[in-house]
């Protein structure tokens, strides 16, 4: 029996969603090949994180030290680091985030372990983990093996694994440990969080998403699809040259240049359906295509169709609300 490793991602006392897609991805693979789950956490003192995790895993690893509140990738990668070439787990997950990307790669020169990369899927083949990957911007999925190796790396997708609002069961054991002696002085220094514009909405985590594509025609008429959203409960999301033509701020796009969502349901009024688009919406529940055009490559993806107009069919569903 060996252990899969998860690496908690957290910022401004909250622990991020990445956190639990990747618990809930692991859990399914721990169930499958009988290992224990294990989350690590490195967080400040008293965070109160570890009790919610210990609900997901079966055990938690803690580290709580004021130095380890705000991520600093120098400080966090000589613990890892460490716990990884302690424990052998057979796999550690972290996100495919900044904090991801930043560890990842030093962590796979340091333990010497296999490292594969914003991956969408992780099954195992042979006792050893096999991943999908999305390439040519979404357009193919690769599939991709690893050498052998005492353990293996991987970063997860946001977005790519749809976890349970909450779970039962036992929680798991929690392990508070001490910060290793002799750690190395960082030489990163947190300054301050600055906000790239990255809105006052996460299309990644809404439920209802009423998208616009190209097919709105001006500016002035996202108005009415607005409206429809606002009167569904819905969050505005939308295709790429809606961005570029700078009618919504660019946290609204969905594809492989925007984000992965992944809502229960995804209304797309006037969107063509190109593939850079649909790779974004492969994880969304059912999806409802509104476009005049009955060829649209959307219908193809789409679970359901409507060949008309975008705005009769707004104002009729306006009408419904
Ligand atoms: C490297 C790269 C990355 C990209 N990344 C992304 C990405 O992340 N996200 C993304 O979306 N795109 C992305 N694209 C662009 C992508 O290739 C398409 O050009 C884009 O998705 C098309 O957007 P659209 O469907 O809104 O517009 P169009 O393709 O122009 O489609 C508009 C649709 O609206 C319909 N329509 C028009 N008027 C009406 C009406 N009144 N009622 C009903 N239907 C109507 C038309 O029939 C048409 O199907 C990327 C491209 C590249 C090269």
Not at 45 to 51: I, N, T
Not at 119 to 134: A, H, L, N, S
Not at 174 to 189: A, C, F, H, R, Y
Not at 293 to 313: E, H, M, Q, S
Request: charged share 25%; hydrophobic share 40%.
């Amino acid at each position: 029996m060996g252990e899969i490793f998860v690496v908690v991602e957290h910022r401004k006392g909250e622990i991020r969603e990445i956190t639990f897609e990747m618990l809930f991805k692991a859990k399914e693979l721990c169930r499958i090949c009988s290992h224990n789950l294990t989350a690590i956490l490195l967080g400040g003192k008293d965070a109160g994180f570890v009790d919610d995790l210990a609900k997901w895993a079966d055990r938690v690893i803690a580290f709580e030290d004021n130095r380890l509140e705000i991520f600093n990738a120098d400080l966090y990668k000589e613990i890892l680091d460490r716990l990884i070439l302690e424990h052998t787990p057979f796999l550690t997950l972290m996100g495919h985030t900044s904090w991801g990307m930043d560890l990842a790669p030093a962590l796979s020169i340091r333990t010497g372990f296999p490292l594969a990369t914003d991956c969408v899927d992780i099954q195992t083949e042979d006792g050893r983990p096999m991943v999908f990957r999305q390439i040519y911007s979404g357009k193919l999925f690769s599939k991709v093996s690893f050498k052998e190796s005492p353990g293996y790396l991987i970063t997860v997708r946001p977005g790519a694994f749809l976890p349970p609002d909450g779970v039962e069961g036992t929680p798991g054991e929690i392990v508070m440990q001490e910060l290793p002696s002799g750690l190395t002085e960082p030489k990163k220094e947190f300054i301050e969080f600055v906000d790239t514009g990255a809105g006052d909405i996460d299309i990644t985590q809404a439920e209802l998403l009423v998208s616009i594509g190209r097919g709105v025609g001006e500016e002035e008429n996202i108005a009415a699809i607005r409206e429809l959203a606002d009167l569904m409960g819905a969050t505005l999301s939308c295709s790429r040259p809606v961005v570029d033509k700078n009618w919504l701020p660019k946290y609204h796009q969905v594809g492989t240049s925007g984000k992965s969502v992944k809502p229960k349901v995804y209304l797309a009024f006037g969107i063509s359906g190109a593939f850079q688009h649909v790779a974004g919406i492969t994880g969304a529940g059912t999806v409802i295509a509104i476009n005049k055009d009955r060829k649209a490559p959307i219908f193809r993806v789409a679970d359901y169709g409507i060949a008309d107009d975008l705005f009769k069919v707004a104002d009729a569903l306006k009408a419904e609300f």
